[in-house]
């Protein structure tokens, strides 16, 4: 599907992660920051008190939908239920991206709790592409992917995730959310080199990124977004937008959620870094 006439709404700038127990706080004191993400599954009641809120957020921000439950990998059928109830959402939202993570987390109809890595393989590439071809046509619009955080990788994987992604992107049209802390958490865990990935992304088709705390436990480094971005993730993020070019950027913060102001704090840092950026050709 060709979407080459779509154009970003959201300029390049930093958001925050929307969370329930700073509802409030942003209605009353509209912290300055460009934009906000938030998981639409959390909306899809079709009433009550989050929906409520989210109308008054939405009144003062841009919104982008990131969702965790279409299961991209997954062997099963795509839930017309929940494709139904996401566009309606969005239809009612008019979010500047939709995202997804390229994961499975169903089999047999059951669920798990968890985003879960899929083989790099020919057959899992026809499988995903198809399900994002059936998603672009129901939403209308072009769905972004993003890499995850895996701590185990599959032996039958003849691909590399970036080459998967970036063949993906060339088949469907659609675009990436690049996630720079899932990247270096990936590296540190399965030794490889962070450039050496990033290098296989394509940089034109890279429409948001997230920035994430990571915590170590053992010999493991877990992606737990439950502080503030480590310095080497910062330093990853400047590489990127020096040779992508500035885009859209949030702060996800999940556990130990701190205080709006900190959260704002980090969201003012990335907007530094993307206004001083250059960007680099070599």
Same mark, same amino acid.
């Given at each position: 599907?060709?979407?080459?006439?779509?154009?970003?709404? $959201?300029?390049?700038?930093?958001?925050?992660?929307?969370?329930?127990?700073?509802? !409030?706080?942003?209605?009353?004191?509209?912290?300055?920051?460009?934009?906000?993400? %938030?998981?639409?599954?959390?909306?899809?009641?079709?009433?009550?008190?989050?929906?409520?809120?989210? *109308?008054?957020? !939405?009144?003062?921000?841009?919104?982008?939908?990131?969702?965790?439950?279409?299961?991209?990998?997954?062997?099963?059928?795509?839930?017309?239920?929940?494709? +139904? +109830?996401? @566009?309606?959402?969005?239809?009612?939202?008019? /979010?500047?991206? &939709?995202?997804?993570?390229?994961?499975?987390?169903?089999?047999?109809?059951?669920?798990?709790?968890?985003?879960?890595?899929?083989?790099?393989?020919? #057959?899992?590439?026809?499988?995903?592409?198809?399900? $994002?071809?059936?998603?672009?046509?129901?939403? @209308?619009?072009?769905?972004?992917?993003?890499?995850?955080?895996?701590?185990?990788?599959?032996?039958?994987?003849?691909?590399? *995730?970036?080459?998967?992604?970036? #063949? &993906?992107?060339?088949? %469907?049209?659609?675009?990436?959310?690049?996630? $720079?802390?899932?990247?270096?958490?990936?590296?540190?865990?399965?030794?490889?080199?962070?450039?050496?990935?990033?290098?296989?992304?394509?940089?034109?088709?890279?429409?948001?990124?997230?920035?994430?705390?990571?915590?170590?436990?053992? %010999?493991?480094?877990?992606?737990?977004?439950?502080?503030? &971005?480590?310095?080497?993730?910062? *330093?990853?993020?400047?590489?990127?937008?020096?040779?992508?070019?500035?885009?859209?950027?949030?702060? *996800?913060?999940?556990?130990?959620?701190? /205080?709006?102001?900190?959260?704002?704090?980090?969201? #003012? +840092?990335?907007?530094?870094?993307?206004?001083?950026?250059?960007?680099?050709?070599?």
């Amino acid at each position: 599907m060709n979407f080459a006439g779509v154009q970003t709404p $959201i300029p390049a700038s930093a958001g925050i992660g929307l969370r329930s127990s700073h509802f !409030r706080e942003i209605i009353e004191d509209k912290p300055p920051v460009a934009w906000m993400e %938030t998981h639409p599954e959390n909306y899809f009641g079709e009433g009550g008190v989050p929906l409520r809120f989210l *109308e008054q957020i !939405r009144s003062l921000y841009p919104l982008s939908f990131h969702g965790v439950g279409l299961s991209l990998g997954s062997s099963d059928p795509l839930d017309p239920v929940h494709l +139904k +109830k996401l @566009k309606a959402l969005i239809d009612r939202f008019e /979010p500047a991206f &939709v995202s997804e993570h390229l994961a499975w987390s169903s089999v047999s109809g059951r669920f798990l709790n968890e985003l879960l890595p899929l083989p790099y393989t020919p #057959e899992s590439l026809t499988q995903v592409c198809s399900k $994002i071809d059936e998603i672009q046509n129901a939403l @209308k619009r072009p769905l972004l992917i993003e890499n995850i955080t895996r701590y185990l990788t599959w032996r039958a994987s003849t691909l590399s *995730e970036g080459e998967f992604m970036a #063949e &993906v992107v060339q088949r %469907t049209g659609c675009r990436i959310l690049l996630d $720079i802390n899932n990247v270096y958490v990936n590296a540190l865990n399965h030794r490889f080199d962070p450039l050496d990935y990033l290098k296989t992304i394509p940089a034109s088709a890279v429409q948001e990124i997230h920035l994430a705390g990571f915590d170590r436990f053992g %010999t493991w480094v877990i992606d737990t977004h439950g502080q503030r &971005v480590h310095q080497e993730v910062w *330093e990853l993020y400047r590489w990127v937008i020096d040779h992508f070019g500035p885009r859209p950027t949030l702060i *996800e913060w999940d556990t130990n959620l701190p /205080p709006l102001h900190v959260l704002v704090e980090e969201a #003012e +840092k990335a907007g530094k870094l993307l206004g001083e950026n250059h960007v680099v050709t070599s």
